[in-house]
């Protein structure tokens, strides 16, 4: 029989538009948090990361806002490109000495 | 630093055969995750270990899953006797410290036939 995956939110933008992904992370007492890409047949990656006591950090092209009032982050990627085009993940950790714990994540697909 | 290093890139076995995974974490880091990812159910924590001890491996799915840590660089995922459903990617990861980037390896894509 046909077998059901895992429904992706899927984001198409046009090479060199700007891209807002976004997350809703579940635990109000978490304190770190990460956006990993995952391109195909590769492992995560880290792009950028923001504490709780920070609400927006900066980096390459990538800009993090974080919204701890509506339990809520994004990703900003300016200037997108289709070395983008993959998958990204938010992740979330909290009390300190536990894993992380990822969401569902996004497929961006660049168009050129 | 090469990486987290996972070996073997490809495993493709018969149902009933005991299956080993192997992870090399970074140098240093003292926090070592297995996650296994697949298309249903997304990326999902098995079991992680700090300084080599076993933490929490409420994620592992059944008895049938084991893993060790040994020594710093080196931990093992088995799976004895493994079955179709076991099919997915499996990841290693590591950190430095508590609440800091987890470093993932390239994985290990398994096929249970």
């Known amino acids: 029989g046909e077998s059901v995956g895992l429904h992706l939110p899927t984001l198409s933008v046009q090479e060199g538009d700007n891209s807002i992904i976004n997350c809703a992370y579940s635990?109000?007492?978490?304190?770190?948090f990460i956006w990993y890409k995952q391109e195909s047949g590769k492992g995560p990656q880290f792009i950028i990361d923001i504490r709780s006591n920070m609400d927006k950090r900066q980096g390459q092209r990538v800009t993090v806002l974080l919204n701890k009032t509506v339990k809520h982050l994004s990703l900003q990627i300016a200037a997108t490109q289709p070395g983008d085009s993959a998958v990204y993940f938010c992740a979330e950790n909290y009390s300190g000495n536990t894993p992380l714990v990822f969401g569902k994540g996004t497929r961006l697909s660049v168009i050129a | 630093d090469a990486g987290v290093i996972q070996s073997p890139r490809h495993e493709v076995t018969e149902m009933g055969q005991e299956v080993t995974l192997r992870c090399k974490p970074i140098?240093?880091?003292?926090?070592l995750f297995w996650y296994r990812q697949t298309m249903m159910r997304g990326l999902e924590l098995l079991i992680y270990f700090n300084n080599n001890v076993p933490i929490d491996d409420s994620g592992m799915p059944e008895d049938r899953f084991s893993a060790k840590m040994p020594n710093a660089s080196f931990s093992t995922l088995k799976i004895q006797p493994s079955e179709p459903r076991d099919s997915a990617v499996y990841f290693c990861a590591s950190t430095e410290h508590a609440n800091t980037e987890a470093f993932f390896g390239q994985g290990t894509r398994l096929t249970v036939v």
């Open positions: 140098s240093g880091h003292n926090s």
């Open positions: 635990n109000s007492a978490s304190d770190y």
